[in-house]
């Protein structure tokens, strides 16, 4: 049998789509499902009272984010169940070794090589096992923390950047993180492999809620409360398939983003986690880990800052460029429609 019809029979399939779009919008569930709803637990432990939550409850779901990360790829790739249950050992091995870079990479070769392996041998119980997590080990021990310290070495260097050049680094932030949530590609993984925290990471949270808030509103008349909360609560990629018939429907939230991103950096001076900076008005998670980042400063003025740069202006921006294309002929209302039946 051919190396190719082999592959093909196991199902590894190497290809952008599944390693640059579903294995990343997997892992930022992975993400979600553990590390993000254990904080936002603890934030809601801190401020309430509920000891259980932020003593006991966050730092078991923090401890769970290898394995919760390395589940969601697996069921990306379409593990078998072995693979699938073998690699949560490489998820945790791969997250304490080398980060959320470590256990992306050492979980996707990990499986993919005990795909390889399942049901191959007469001792497939053993065999299986032992391949995905000798394999997992292997990479993020001598991988993982290399490629690790390089993301984040890459992503200090934009926080630094843009703390030296606020204006122009916070629309540039702004612009390109907003639009990777859009695309088929996880903005929450980016900046969580980046570790983006500070102003660079309030940019970032302004771009995603451009994106976000404007397709919601800017839709509306087509796509109604539905949409409206599909959209502004859930994701802007449900816009992938218009954007792909008419680019210029994207125009209006990427102008707005532009605009809203040196607001965040230089008005009010706007931070977030790495755990927030990708999520935007998703779940209000973006809105939630600006606040635990601001800790400690003056919660009106952030609240305010919030709610014009998240919020208020990325509606009233986006529906204001997307009247002016629409006087050009340039988009029209039904170029936004969704199908959310």
């Known amino acids: ?21 579903d294995v990343l919008g997997n892992m930022a569930m992975g993400l979600f499902a553990s590390l993000l709803i254990g904080t936002i637990l603890n934030t809601i432990g801190t401020h309430t009272g509920l000891k259980f939550l ?3 409850l966050w730092p078991l779901c923090k401890m769970m984010t290898g394995p919760a990360i390395a589940a969601a790829i697996g069921v990306a790739l379409k593990a078998p169940n072995l693979v699938m249950l073998s690699s949560l050992a490489v998820g945790y091995i791969g997250n304490e070794l080398g980060g959320p870079v470590g256990c992306l990479i050492a979980s996707v070769v990990a499986i993919e090589l005990g795909k390889l392996i399942s049901k191959e041998t007469m001792i497939d119980i053993i065999a299986t096992p032992l391949t995905v997590i000798l394999s997992g080990f292997a990479i993020a021990k001598f991988v993982g923390p290399s490629i690790n310290m390089m993301m984040v070495g890459l992503g200090d260097v934009i926080i630094e950047a843009t703390k030296l050049r606020p204006f122009f680094m916070g629309m540039v932030v702004s612009l390109i993180v907003g639009m990777v949530l859009t695309l088929p590609i996880s903005s929450a993984a980016l900046c969580m492999m980046l570790g983006l925290s500070d102003l660079a990471a309030g940019a970032a949270t302004a771009g995603c809620c451009a994106q976000m808030v404007g397709f919601a509103v800017i839709s509306y008349r087509v796509n109604k409360v ?6 502004g609560l859930g994701t802007s990629m449900l816009q992938i398939p218009n954007i792909v018939k008419n680019w210029k429907i994207w125009l209006a939230p990427c102008l707005a983003s532009v605009i809203t991103g040196p607001i965040a950096t230089c008005v009010f001076k706007l931070k977030n986690t790495p755990l927030g900076a990708g999520m935007g008005t998703s779940g209000l998670v973006g809105i939630l880990e600006t606040f635990n980042a601001m800790e400690g400063e003056d919660m009106m003025v952030t609240a305010l800052g919030v709610a014009l740069t998240y919020l208020i202006l990325p509606a009233v921006l986006s529906l204001a460029f997307h009247k002016l294309f629409k006087s050009v002929g340039w988009v029209k209302d039904e170029d936004l429609y969704l199908n959310l039946k």
């Open 1 to 21: 049998m051919k190396i190719k019809e082999f592959l093909h029979k196991k199902n590894v399939l190497v290809s952008y789509k599944v390693y640059l779009i």
């Open 54 to 56: 932020s003593e006991e």
């Open 226 to 231: 539905d949409g409206l909360l599909a959209q």
